[in-house]
């Protein structure tokens, strides 16, 4: 990841099929001040209710916009770090 390019892309990696569904994948790879991010995403392609006879680039298109949006929505938190969080409000209130 040292070229710039490479850099914080989501990118399409298959097609799968589970029990649950059909699902569009990517992989998210990102570095910033010094913290490596690694993450996948999976589009469940029947929530967008597309024709199966769809060109593969359409669909990859669609659930790439959904994700995309989806993913700007979510506010991610680090598990027990809200505890850390409060137990340092606390030290400094001198509770």
């Not at 990517?26 to 995403?41: D, P, R, Y």
């Not at 995309?68 to 506010?75: A, D, G, Q, S, Y």
């Amino acid at each position: 990841m040292k070229n710039i390019a490479e850099n914080n892309v989501i990118r399409f990696t298959n097609i799968s099929q589970k029990k649950e569904g059909i699902f569009a994948n990517f992989k998210v790879k990102a570095l910033c001040n010094g913290v490596t991010i690694s993450a996948s995403i999976s589009v469940d392609i029947t929530v967008l209710e597309l024709d199966t006879g769809s060109p593969l680039e359409k669909i990859v298109e669609e659930c790439a916009k959904m994700g995309h949006r989806e993913l700007k929505k979510i506010n991610f938190t680090f598990e027990g770090l809200d505890t850390l969080s409060s137990l340092d409000s606390l030290a400094l209130s001198g509770v």
